[in-house]
């Protein structure tokens, strides 16, 4: 498992040079069977990610590019009259595929950004009043520029929560810039990159995190934590049942990744800031910057062994 | 507008719920329209809590005050005296809703209704009263509860239950109060209640008082025997003596026909026509407690020698109170059954009141009387006659006929259906009409045995009218005329003594006693009965000397020291229970053996100078110290696999070894860097 880990990091590696920790973040969150979204600053690297990602389990992908005049019926599809047959006929769009690359979710409108709401958290898309289902292993990974960018409409709390992480890319060091100054371009290593996957040892991946352990002290702890997000007056809200549940599940995933059959602190420390940072709010905060400093706060203020 | 200060709705649903259970058990003294104003009231401050209507403004609240007092004066013709007080008491309780401005107003009117509350104990002292007035306690607390809570707080039951439990949590620490603190005689008089029917037998009797008496099924009185309790038959309990008949009405002598002295004789005060009584053989001592008959005589088995204070005995031989029975009365008295009551000749003056009759009332009687006398001859032989002719045919009956002017002659040879009053009156009458002095006695006869605690149960049915014949050498002796008509009356009880149609008339058809052979039902009563006495001997009777002799068992000899020991000793206990329950109930679980021993490895660490943050995984504190401190390095990292896999991986098997390894494990403070 680890080996297989590592495999997929290095491979990954090779487009995006020192972000070792992001990635392991980003596979936990596949592994979990979440969607994931990655924020930053444009020309980052989150498209390369969400690229080599998708090259990376071998799975089918289609890229959107969001922007402000798309509308709903670009991303699902529509029904064209075909005059040869005399009937409409329905023309899937792009979001019926494995991996959704949504670039740029929040340069586009509410309106079609809520487009997606159904087929993140069902996994079906209902068009002219017609259900279809959308093929297993459908991730969303979805990058975006921070709120603070104008042309943006933020994604609002609901879409939000849909996502089970959101990471942040952040410079890269020194050495990682200056060996990309010296390679060739990462377009076009990305196309160099080979699946290590199958989908049956993706599928067994995923059915593999149920059988972690978690020890009831582990779980006095998060539960803790989640009363902490709840009761401090620094918190707007604290964090949902659902939001728990994911953090749990991320903690898991994070534990099975480094070859561990059960869960301990640290894996609920590494992964809290990615699953909850978006999910949870400051008292005083109206533009959604405060997540990651109200996560440390209870990091810090929650006893890990317990009084 | 004036910004209107809210009350908390828990809290004004609560004092408009206490109110009304305060109110409650005054409503059937009240006047009716005081109930109305109250009615009134309450929804004019449902209005304003809702916002329609406004506060009253001063010259309306001013005109409320001036009709609902001037509406009490002229009510009741006075102030001074308890209806119209409490009544007083009521109107301000009542009136002060529409002033509820602020909070300090709303506690005024709580106050006021655990005042209010406590006034219904005033008039009834009963046990379902006391567990009522509990029962108002914890709403009045509920409301102050309400009072101090969050304007959105929406569970008015969590008021309630909050408010039981501290009355709850108080009642050891009131029982022991009860229990210690000095049993003050009254301090202050509270004026009786007036108006107030007197219940029991009247000071006088005319045909048909009895019979209605007989009806009622209200408890006249309970006794408690010190030693056996003697059989029905001789259960003739005294209440009154009449000696005057004024051709229908029998009364009681004028009092300045004594002349042998004051009519009253106390231990303090005896008389010398005390001397009159002599007794002989075995004395009965026992116990009554009273119910509250609003007249002064009391009722003793003949004859009575030793009583409580504040009690006389008057010239005719029987007990009263110094004034008329307002509460519930409790005393003990010692008679002798054997008794000779004026055995030497009777005086003039005596024979002449024992003999007295109207002139021209009832000739045939009189005549006859003097006939059957002079072929009798003896007094004796006189009394056999009549009791003769009662056995007869006469008819003893709950429904006797209405009589004319000449009573006993009509009874006598007319009617011949009647209840004791008639045998009674007519006896007396035709023995004095053949000149034996004799008188009437009423009192009670019989009662009913709880088997539960052994004490006698007198009801208003028991009432009953006798005779006392003088017989010479022998003085008063107590003849029962109803005997020779019925004599189970006298052997069991009034409802044996009855055909079976008539004994459903006495006392009400909801009584319980009335359904005495269903045995369950019958068995509930009498324990419900047992329970009340056991309330108004221990509870109502704890007097100061229960006091000294419980205090005297407890704690050997009585000293303040002692008591104040035992107030303290077992207050503290007491309230130390509480305060251990509220402390446990706040009191973090404890935590597991692999941690507590983590948490000994990490005060070893930190006593070195090496402190684990709290948001600090045992992992990462680990490797921090191992940089810190390489020396430690090994040991730490082994103690912290070994935790994580106890706490985390669920191997619960190696707390010993981790025990062992914390036990071991020593940080010294590294002195060198």
């Excluded at chain 1, 498209?47 to 005049?69: C, E, K, M, P, W």
């Excluded at chain 2, 209507?53 to 004066?73: D, H, M, N, Q, T």
């Excluded at chain 2, 010190?226 to 009364?251: E, I, K, N, T």
């Excluded at chain 2, 269903?518 to 056991?534: K, M, P």
């Amino acid at each position: 498992m680890e080996i297989l880990v590592r495999r997929i990091v290095s491979e990954i590696g090779k487009v995006l040079l020192g972000k070792e920790h992001q990635v392991k973040l980003a596979l936990t969150c596949l592994f979990a069977r979440g969607h994931l979204l990655i924020e930053d600053l444009p020309g980052m690297g989150k498209t390369t990610l969400a690229h080599a990602l998708a090259n990376v389990l071998g799975l089918r992908y289609n890229r959107i590019q969001f922007t402000s005049d798309l509308l709903p019926a670009d991303i699902l599809g529509v029904s064209v009259f075909d005059k040869n047959a005399g009937q409409f006929e329905f023309h899937p769009g792009p979001i019926f595929t494995q991996v959704l690359l949504a670039d740029e979710i929040n340069r586009t409108t509410p309106k079609t950004q809520s487009a997606l709401l159904e087929a993140m958290e069902e996994g079906q898309v209902t068009v002219e009043g017609e259900t279809r289902a959308l093929p297993d292993n459908f991730f969303v990974i979805a990058t975006q520029n921070p709120v603070t960018q104008s042309g943006t409409y933020p994604l609002p709390e609901s879409q939000l929560d849909r996502f089970l992480m959101r990471i942040e890319l952040g410079y890269p060091d020194r050495d990682a810039e200056r060996a990309l100054f010296k390679g060739e371009d990462p377009r076009q290593r990305l196309s160099q990159i080979s699946a290590c996957v199958t989908p049956v040892q993706l599928g067994e991946l995923q059915s593999d995190v149920e059988n972690v352990q978690v020890a009831d002290s582990l779980l006095d702890y998060l539960q803790r934590l989640v009363e902490y997000t709840r009761v401090s007056s620094a918190f707007s809200y604290g964090i949902s049942p659902r939001g728990a549940l994911a953090l749990l599940r991320c903690a898991k995933t994070w534990a099975l990744l480094h070859g561990r059959r059960h869960v301990i602190p640290e894996d609920l420390q590494t992964v809290m800031p990615s699953v909850v940072a978006h999910r949870v709010r400051d008292a005083a905060d109206y533009d959604d910057q405060s997540g990651y400093a109200l996560v440390e706060r209870a990091l810090n203020g929650v006893d890990v062994i317990g009084s | 507008m004036k910004l209107v200060y809210q009350l908390p709705r828990n809290s004004l649903a609560w004092l408009l719920v206490a109110q009304a259970a305060a109110i409650a058990p005054h409503i059937p003294r009240l006047p009716v329209w005081l109930v109305g104003a109250w009615l009134f009231v309450v929804a004019w401050r449902v209005q304003v809590f809702r916002g329609v209507w406004a506060f009253p403004g001063a010259p309306v609240k001013a005109l409320l005050v001036i009709v609902c007092g001037a509406s009490l004066l002229f009510g009741y013709g006075r102030f001074f005296g308890l209806e119209p007080m409490v009544a007083l008491l009521l109107a301000a309780f009542v009136l002060k809703l529409l002033e509820m401005h602020r909070r300090r107003d709303a506690l005024v009117v709580i106050y006021l209704g655990f005042f209010t509350c406590s006034t219904q104990l005033l008039f009834s002292t009963t046990m379902p009263a006391a567990v009522y007035a509990l029962l108002c306690v914890v709403l009045l607390t509920a409301a102050l509860i309400g009072l101090n809570q969050s304007e959105g707080h929406k569970q008015p039951l969590r008021s309630v239950q909050l408010a039981a439990k501290l009355v709850l949590q108080c009642l050891p620490m009131m029982v022991l109060l009860f229990l210690v603190l000095p049993r003050l005689g009254a301090l202050w008089s509270v004026p009786m209640q007036q108006s107030a029917a007197s219940t029991g037998v009247s000071d006088s009797m005319s045909p048909g008082d009895i019979t209605r008496l007989a009806r009622s099924g209200g408890l006249a009185f309970r006794v408690a025997f010190d030693g056996a309790v003697p059989p029905p038959s001789q259960r003739y309990w005294r209440g009154l003596v009449f000696s005057r008949f004024d051709g229908r009405r029998w009364s009681q002598a004028r009092i300045a026909g004594f002349r042998d002295g004051p009519v009253l004789a106390t231990p303090d005060n005896p008389q010398p026509w005390q001397r009159l009584v002599e007794v002989s053989g075995s004395s009965r001592t026992y116990e009554v407690i009273m119910e509250p008959s609003h007249q002064p005589w009391l009722f003793a088995l003949a004859t009575p020698r030793d009583y409580s204070t504040g009690i006389s005995l008057t010239r005719d031989f029987r007990l009263v109170y110094r004034e008329p029975v307002g509460k519930r009365l409790r005393y003990r008295v010692t008679s002798y059954p054997d008794y000779r009551l004026e055995a030497q000749p009777l005086p003039d003056w005596r024979l002449r009141q024992e003999l007295q009759l109207p002139d021209d009332f009832n000739p045939r009687a009189r005549r006859q009387a003097q006939e059957w006398y002079r072929d009798a001859g003896s007094t004796e032989a006189y009394v056999e006659r009549l009791l003769d002719y009662y056995n007869s045919d006469f008819t003893y009956t709950l429904e006797p006929p209405p009589l004319g002017r000449d009573s006993v002659d009509e009874f006598l040879w007319g009617t011949k259906r009647g209840f004791c009053e008639h045998f009674a009156g007519s006896f007396v009458f035709m023995l004095r009409a053949a000149g034996v002095p004799a008188r009437v006695v009423v009192g009670y006869l019989g009662g009913e045995l709880n088997p539960l605690e052994g004490y006698l149960q007198v009801r208003q049915y028991d009432a009953h009218a006798w005779a006392e014949v003088w017989l010479r050498g022998r003085g008063w002796v107590r003849v029962d005329p109803t005997g020779a008509v019925a004599p189970e009356r006298i052997e069991a009880d009034l409802r044996s003594a009855l055909s079976e149609q008539e004994s459903q008339l006495v006392s009400g058809v909801l009584a319980l006693d009335r359904y005495r052979a269903i045995a369950w039902l019958n068995r509930l009563r009498l324990q419900w009965d047992a329970l009340n006495y056991r309330w108004h001997r221990r509870v109502l009777g704890y007097d100061s000397t229960m006091q000294a002799g419980l205090l005297r068992q407890l704690l050997g000899e009585v000293s303040p020291l002692r008591v104040a020991l035992l107030v303290i000793g077992v207050g503290g206990a007491i309230l130390g229970l509480i305060a251990l329950r509220v402390l446990l109930k706040g009191r973090k679980p404890r935590p597991s053996p692999a941690t507590r021993q983590y948490q000994r490895f990490v005060r070893k660490l930190s006593r070195a100078g090496l402190a684990r943050a709290p948001g600090e995984p045992p992992r990462d504190f680990a490797r921090r110290v191992a940089t810190r401190r390489p020396d430690l390095e090994q040991a730490v990292l082994a103690i912290t696999d070994l935790y994580e896999r106890i706490s985390y991986a669920g191997q619960a098997a190696l707390v010993p070894e981790l025990r062992r390894s914390v036990a071991r494990f020593t940080a010294t403070r590294n002195l060198f860097r």
